[in-house]
T-cell receptor, first 111, second 115 residues
Framework: AQSVTQPDIHITVSEGASLELRCNYSYGATPYLFWYVQSPGQGLQLLLKYFSGDTLVQGIKGFEAEFKRSQSSFNLRKPSVHWSDAAEYFC?????????FGTGTRLTIIP | SAVISQKPSRDICQRGTSLTIQCQVD?????MFWYRQQPGQSLTLIATANQGSEATYESGFVIDKFPISRPNLTFSTLTVSNMSPEDSSIYLC????????????FGPGTRLTVL
């Protein structure tokens, strides 16, 4: 069975600081991995995805994620966060017909 | 990616009543998914709705509580029946991307509060 763990429930960073959100997955085959963002009162927006090839993937809004098979991880990073990045972030594994989500990480940005 | 709309965007309902949520997609899709996101929680799949057949429910969800309709390839409804405060959640519909390596695309969600 596929599963996703996001060990950090809540992270607070200063505006302009770097960010890394952790995601670990369990999947029987080559995983398809995704990061979504959910802003307050909004639906889910896809930030980026990995399914093969280069293990460092670029997404929208300046985010990137690195797939590390040896660590079963797919951590999300951003070099410099903006106040508008405050949101809930979900890591997911699966594909277009079955997605399993992590429990999410709430990101707070302080001035 | 598909454009998905949901109605209503939010509602406040009384215990024991039912609410029907609509999901409209701008293109024809075979499968549609309904998720529940309880306060502070992640997304949990309720059911998969295929046009022309009964919905497939995940463990812990039953048709009597969450009846689903799928009258055509661009529309689906989810009804939350005999509501209790525990049903207060965000309900989201989604559709699959075209490729297996693709993801799902989500509607904006319906925020339901049951008093």
């Amino acid at each position: 069975a596929q599963s996703v763990t996001q060990p950090d429930i809540h992270i607070t960073v200063s505006e302009g600081a770097s960010l890394e959100l952790r995601c670990n997955y369990s999947y029987g085959a080559t995983p398809y991995l995704f990061w979504y963002v959910q802003s307050p009162g909004q639906g889910l927006q896809l930030l980026l995805k990995y399914f093969s090839g280069d293990t460092l993937v670029q997404g929208i809004k300046g985010f990137e994620a690195e797939f590390k098979r040896s660590q079963s991880s797919f951590n999300l990073r951003k070099p410099s966060v903006h106040w508008s990045d405050a949101a809930e972030y979900f890591c997911a594994v699966g594909g277009n017909e079955k997605l399993t989500f992590g429990t999410g990480t709430r990101l707070t940005i302080i001035p | 990616s598909a454009v998905i709309s949901q109605k209503p965007s939010r509602d406040i309902c009384q215990r024991g009543t039912s609410l029907t949520i609509q999901c409209q997609v701008d293109s024809q899709v075979t499968m549609m998914f309904w998720y529940r996101q309880q306060p502070g929680q992640s997304l949990t799949l309720i059911a998969t709705a295929n046009q022309g057949s009964e919905a497939t429910y995940e463990s812990g969800f039953v048709i009597d509580k969450f009846p689903i309709s799928r009258p055509n390839l661009t529309f689906s409804t989810l009804t939350v029946s005999n509501m209790s405060p525990e049903d207060s959640s965000i309900y989201l519909c989604s559709v699959p991307g075209r490729l297996l390596t693709d993801t799902q695309y989500f509607g904006p969600g319906t925020r339901l509060t049951v008093l």
